[in-house]
């Protein structure tokens, strides 16, 4: 059911890539609650996609830009605001890449240019991002500016690699850069901390099925799907949450305040019998 949270409002999606993606189940939600936006991937992930589909189901244009380089992200908010009719009120960063995680790499043994290059895709970029839209005034007063996070930015997961180094600049970004948005601009930033998820991104990680069960059973909420995740993006680009600025949100079902669950406990006296 719409609620038309959203009617009047327009932004900026990054990172839709497939149907599992976080970014678009949110651009679904966003369109149904009376949104408008435009869709951008790095040109070699929309190759890899099908964010044509979403944009031709959502009416959405689409403006290719590598969120790394200031001269693609400059002409993204050029045209986003030619293309929508004026300043922005929501912006989504849901972009992530770690090279030593792909290449296999252990994170004691990182290659640093792969640590480089993974830094400035998921995390430097969201500060450029937010550069841009602050130079050139592209964002309406009470707009809001989300991030996607993991706590492995706080608490140790191996495999994680160097993804969590990544996560925990990218959260200081917000903080840091939210004060300046907010105090000059009345524009909020948050980074929300969400479940493990099975995007394409996500299941690149070494053992994730096996971490998403545990997870889960942690959980007392259960796992937040994209789907749930999606929903709590939208309350925070809406106008019911004008005055949250500069926080990391869980949105875990509990687990970020777990140390054990029975459920947990369970299993381990199972494997142990």
Known sequence: MAYNLLKGKRGIIFGALDENSIAWKTAEKVHEEGGKFVLTNAP????????????????????????????????????????????????????????????????????????????????????????????????????????????????VFPDYNDMADNKAYLESIARSFGYFFGADKKVRVNTISQSPTPTTAGQGVKGFDGFIAYADKMSPLGNATADDCANYTLTLFSDLTKKVTLQNLYHDGGFSNMGVSQKVMEAFEKGIE
Do not use: C
Request: proline share 1%.
């Open 44 to 155: 070699i992930a929309m190759r890899m996609g099908s964010i044509k589909q979403l944009a031709e189901k959502t009416g959405s244009e689409i403006i290719p830009a590598d969120a790394t380089k200031l001269e693609d992200l400059e002409n993204l908010v050029e045209k986003a605001t030619e293309i929508l009719g004026g300043k922005i009120d929501f912006v989504l960063h849901s972009i992530g890449m770690s090279v030593n995680v792909r290449k296999g790499k252990h994170y004691t043994e990182s290659n640093y240019d792969f640590t480089t290059k993974g830094w400035d895709v998921s995390a430097v970029s969201f500060h450029k991002t937010m550069q841009v839209l602050y130079k050139k005034d592209a964002m309406n007063e009470w707009g809001s500016i989300v991030a996607l996070t993991y706590m492995a930015a706080q608490r």
